[in-house]
């Protein structure tokens, strides 16, 4: 499945985002050569006023309207919502499979995550659902999020061995700093190094959610937020502000243009016309080897296996 190097997240797009603004929003994304939209099927149920999902539909209806075929569409299942529980059952995932299509308005679902591990349902049921989909035409590709490396690794072994569709791809909170080994993210799951190295050795590609944290290396008026506060953090900061005024461009776009030059995808988003634009000028080959190097030392621990210590 070819996607563009950057995610367009749309959690809020509908909602805290109104509509107007946010097809104004992927029109700009779109116009700057992205063909990749992140959604779920619970965005954005928690926010008051909206107990129904709003998320598919308004991209159902930003798709139909401009007649964009060539986008590359990723949701997710998993999460509770309404009267949903948390659960990747089998028939779980096939009830809300359907009501994405339909929301959506499309025949087949792109990617398909699941959005946060069940330890209560066999990996055995969940995998031989996804296969199911997959062989119907109902989707395309599949990725896990919110998941432990193990996890992944037990449930593509598990579909290799009957010849079932394995995940591709696994979408993890994951950014240049890595957060306190106390933080409380509720049921986001950070990366972690063996995460990292589980998907160089098998080349599933990384998405990275929340890969700015609010934005905070391109704002004076946003510190780090809770959960990364530390002084070695504080110091790759320093780092970070110290090469965007060297190459002149926001903190943000530095870190993305790093994440990209890493193999990862970032998933952007934004909540006005100016920080889409800022986060899509992010790019490859802007940044000079010894400044990657740089970055790399500050996130890379020296004892990860594949690494040379830089």
């Known amino acids: 499945l070819e996607v563009s190097a950057l995610c367009l997240g749309t959690m809020y797009f509908g909602v805290k985002v109104e509509e107007t603004l946010a097809e104004r929003l992927l029109d700009i994304y779109y116009e700057?050569?992205?063909?990749?939209?992140?959604?779920?099927?619970?965005?954005?149920?928690?926010v008051p006023g909206f107990s129904e999902p709003v998320g598919e539909k308004l991209l159902g209806r930003w798709l139909r309207s401009r007649g964009?075929?060539?986008?590359?569409?990723?949701t997710k299942l998993g999460y509770p919502y309404q009267e949903v529980p948390q659960s990747l059952a089998g028939g779980i995932i096939r009830q809300e499979v359907e009501k994405s299509l339909k929301r959506l308005g499309v025949e087949c679902i792109d990617l398909l995550y699941g959005h946060v591990d069940d330890y209560s349902t066999p990996q055995e049921e969940y995998m031989q659902t996804?296969?199911?989909?997959?062989?119907e035409g109902k989707v395309r590709e599949l990725g896990m999020s919110n998941v432990l490396a193990w996890r992944v690794a037990r449930a593509n072994m598990l579909a290799a061995s009957r010849a079932w569709p394995q995940?591709?791809?696994?979408?993890?909170?994951l950014s240049l700093l890595?957060?306190?080994?106390?933080?409380?993210?509720?049921?986001?799951?950070?990366?972690?190094?063996?995460?990292?190295?589980?998907?160089?050795?098998?080349?599933?590609?990384?998405?990275?959610?929340?890969?700015?944290?609010?934005?905070?290396?391109?704002?004076?008026?946003?510190?780090l937020p809770e959960g990364y506060v530390t002084e070695y953090?504080?110091?790759?900061?320093?780092?970070?502000?110290?090469?965007?005024?060297?190459?002149?461009?926001?903190?943000?776009?530095?870190?993305?243009?790093?994440l990209l030059e890493q193999g990862f995808i970032p998933v952007i988003t934004g909540s006005n016309t100016e920080q889409i634009?800022?986060?899509?000028?992010a790019a490859r080959g802007v940044l000079e080897r010894a400044d990657l190097a740089a970055l790399d030392a500050r996130f890379y621990p020296r004892w990860l296996p594949g690494r040379d210590g830089a």
Not at 32 to 46: E, H, I, M, P, S
Not at 68 to 74: F, G, L, S
Not at 277 to 281: A, H, L
């Open 32 to 46: 700057r050569g992205g063909r990749f939209l992140d959604t779920a099927n619970k965005y954005a149920t928690w």
């Open 68 to 74: 964009h075929r060539d986008v590359v569409v990723a």
């Open 130 to 135: 996804f296969s199911e989909l997959v062989a």
């Open 167 to 173: 995940f591709s791809c696994v979408q993890t909170r």
């Open 178 to 223: 890595w957060p306190r080994t106390d933080a409380d993210f509720s049921r986001q799951v950070p990366a972690t190094c063996e995460l990292l190295d589980l998907a160089r050795v098998e080349k599933l590609r990384l998405l990275c959610y929340s890969p700015l944290l609010q934005g905070c290396f391109g704002r004076s008026d946003r510190g």
């Open 233 to 258: 953090n504080l110091q790759t900061m320093a780092l970070v502000g110290t090469l965007a005024a060297k190459y002149g461009i926001s903190g943000n776009t530095l870190v993305t243009s790093w």
């Open 277 to 281: 634009i800022e986060n899509c000028t």
